[in-house]
């Protein structure tokens, strides 16, 4: 999705902007530009595809002199991937220049009326209205002509702005989209992502909906709604560079796969003292959580299947029923909900807008609402009344893999925390329970450690066209969330199914060397899988076996085996899911694709 980033200080502006714009680069783009402020007013240069074709065009930055600027890198949705559609945007009399992340959703109207008035609008976007609002009601205050355009803008903004005749000033403000100030020492930036900026400074300023930051190189002022001046606290972002960049390996994505057991530690101990869960962050009282009768879990993507997968564990422990629903399809769902409903959202960047509707939607019904976000100060964070944040650091390659098990570890402090406070389990369990999970990151070490021979397999399953996953119970749902990731990044096609399904129509697709990865590390039903595994072979299916250490009747079925550590099956997830994608990350780089940032996907949703 969009991305900007703004500086203003005392070197050239167009290199520090380029540089924050390739930070951005995995959030997924088509298009980008750069808009700097330099002795003669403002000089704009922007091309469609990626930031090298940005950085030859500008011949790395030289071509625009200046020390305060702004950048974007866009994703389109209203008018195709054009130069002139890429952002920055003009005034006709080249006063000001803006970049814009969100969707302005009354742009329609707002563009007929400027046409009426004589401005002449060059793309098709609907950013274009902001800056000819900003010509409209400029009388020489920047920070007013800023106030009044942003109160006719109906929809989501993260909006960067610069003026000719304010040569050091770069002015911020934001509406539902996320916008950070980064605070230096001589010079200010900002961002829609701390990736963006904390290899300039870990000083951060969260700007909140309808506040405007006038920047200039020694001064961050930042503005209320009604125009009044707001004090405002500068934190400390914990992130660091090298856990934003690629640390010697090829790809973010084999990085954070491989950082998982610390990115889980880091999430899970806190969290655990003295065998408790300890979850200070939650404004949900005892006896609220003894009220709800029915639990909902709402996310998109990997974050949905997460839920899909702790789902088990948390009805296993509570007793309460839950139901998991795709975020696009709960807001439209017209849901029965009220206040003895929790409502469980999840999301890694905490800005994905099918989320954050569905999120609105049930609080407007009365539900409790509980985050799983990684992403600290997001829109999510913020409208949800209670927030247990992931601590699972940057994610940066597109298809998530340590945001997803994270994800689910939080659901597992949870469902032990819920289960407890209803009287479910005994402080004994709770203990014995809390142990289990304390072991999860170091079955993640196992897990990757049982199979150096991935790369291998992925050698021999890379050319087919078309892979099943199949499973049960809760390795249903881990099937899910393999097959996703092989989809995303390698572009082969694969299909998950309950294993029980296949009879009803899928096993009519199997043909002789139809490869089919059969996950079976959920010991109760391993008898009802191996069957399922000989109904394929019968049906000359070549079988990938996933089963804990120690199942060794599988050898004799598969044709290839994947171990994984045994776990409580309360807990097997993460350690299962890990050498899927591990699998999903080698094929796709047997097939040469661009495993960090997939085609046509963005790590960031913010629009429907
Ligand atoms: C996009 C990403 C997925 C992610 C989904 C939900 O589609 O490519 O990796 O799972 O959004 O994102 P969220 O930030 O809400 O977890």
């Known amino acids: 999705m969009c991305g900007i980033v703004g500086f203003t200080g ?72 054009t130069d002139i559609n890429a952002h920055p945007h003009m005034s006709n009399d080249g006063k000001f220049a803006v970049v814009h992340n969100g969707i302005i959703e009354n742009y329609a109207v707002l563009r007929d009326e400027l046409v009426e008035r004589g401005f ?19 009388n020489g205050d920047l920070k007013e002509a800023v106030m009044k355009a942003t109160a006719r803008l109906e ?58 930051a006038d920047i200039t ?5 930042v503005y209320g709604p009604t125009g009044k001046p707001v004090e405002k606290e500068i934190t400390r972002v914990q992130w660091d560079m090298e856990a934003a960049e690629k640390g010697g390996y090829d790809h973010f994505m084999l990085k954070e796969i491989i950082e998982q057991p610390r990115a889980i530690k880091s999430t899970v101990e806190p969290r655990i003292k003295d065998g408790k869960v300890v979850l200070e962050e939650l404004n949900l009282s005892d006896d609220e959580i003894r009220s709800i009768d029915k639990i909902v879990i709402t996310a998109c993507g990997s974050a949905y299947y997460a839920g899909c997968a702790a789902k088990y564990t948390l009805e296993k422990l509570t007793r309460v029923p839950v139901t998991t629903e795709l975020a696009s399809e709960f807001r439209y769902s017209d849901p029965i909900i009220d206040d003895k409903t929790l409502l469980i959202v999840i999301s890694q960047s905490g800005e994905t807008a099918d989320t954050i509707s569905a999120l609105e939607e049930a609080k407007t019904r009365g539900a409790k609402i509980l985050a ?12 949800a009344d209670n927030v247990i944040y992931t601590w699972a650091g940057p994610e940066i390659a597109v298809a998530t893999t340590k945001g997803y098990t994270t994800q689910v570890a939080v659901m597992y402090l949870f469902s032990v925390y819920m289960a407890r406070r209803r009287g479910r389990i005994s402080e004994d369990e709770e203990k014995r329970l809390t142990g289990e999970i304390m072991q999860i990151p170091q079955q993640i070490q196992r897990a ?99 089963t804990t250490e120690g199942q060794n009747r599988i050898v004799r079925e598969a044709d290839d085996v994947i171990f994984v550590p045994k776990t409580d099956t309360l807990f097997g997830v993460p350690s299962e899911v890990v050498p899927l994608q591990l699998f999903a990350y080698y094929v796709a780089k047997e097939n040469g694709c661009n495993i960090d940032k997939p085609r046509n996907l963005a790590k960031s949703v913010t629009v429907e």
Not at 169 to 183: E, K, N, W, Y
Not at 217 to 221: A, G, Y
Request: aromatic share 8%.
């Open 10 to 81: 005392r070197q050239e502006a167009a290199q520090i902007l380029l540089e924050g714009l390739k930070k951005l680069e995995y959030r997924g783009y088509d298009s980008a530009g750069l808009a700097v402020l330099g002795k003669n007013g403002i000089s704009m240069i922007k091309t469609t595809g990626k930031i090298a074709n940005l950085c030859e065009k500008t011949q790395d930055g030289k071509l625009l002199p200046g020390f305060a600027g702004i950048g974007h890198t866009r994703w389109a949705t209203h008018g195709a991937p």
């Open 120 to 138: 002449e609008f060059k793309s098709e976007t609907d950013t274009e209205v902001v800056v000819h609002l900003l010509s409209l009601y400029y």
């Open 155 to 212: 929809g989501s903004y993260g909006l960067g702005v610069v003026c000719a005749d304010y040569p050091e000033h770069i002015v911020a403000t934001r509406q539902f989209s996320p916008l950070i100030l980064g605070v230096g020492v001589g010079e200010n930036y900002f961002a829609s992502d701390v990736t963006a900026l904390i290899s300039h400074t870990k000083n951060v300023i969260y700007l909140e909906d309808g506040e405007v």
């Open 217 to 221: 190189p020694d001064e961050i002022c």
């Open 372 to 383: 799983i976000v990684n992403v600290v100060g997001s829109r999510i964070s913020k409208l």
């Open 448 to 546: 990757i450690d049982l199979n150096p021979q991935i790369p291998s397999l992925a050698k021999e399953y890379h050319h087919n066209k078309s892979l099943f996953f199949i499973g049960r119970n809760v390795d249903y749902a881990v099937c899910l969330e393999g097959s996703l990731k092989l989809k995303e990044i390698s572009y082969l096609h694969s299909e998950a199914y309950a294993a029980g399904e296949l009879k009803h129509g899928t096993i009519a697709l199997i043909e002789e060397d139809q490869p089919v990865i059969a996950l079976s590390c959920y010991e109760p039903l391993f008898d009802k899988m191996m069957s399922n595994i000989k109904e394929v072979k019968a049906r000359g299916a070549k079988v990938l076996g996933v």
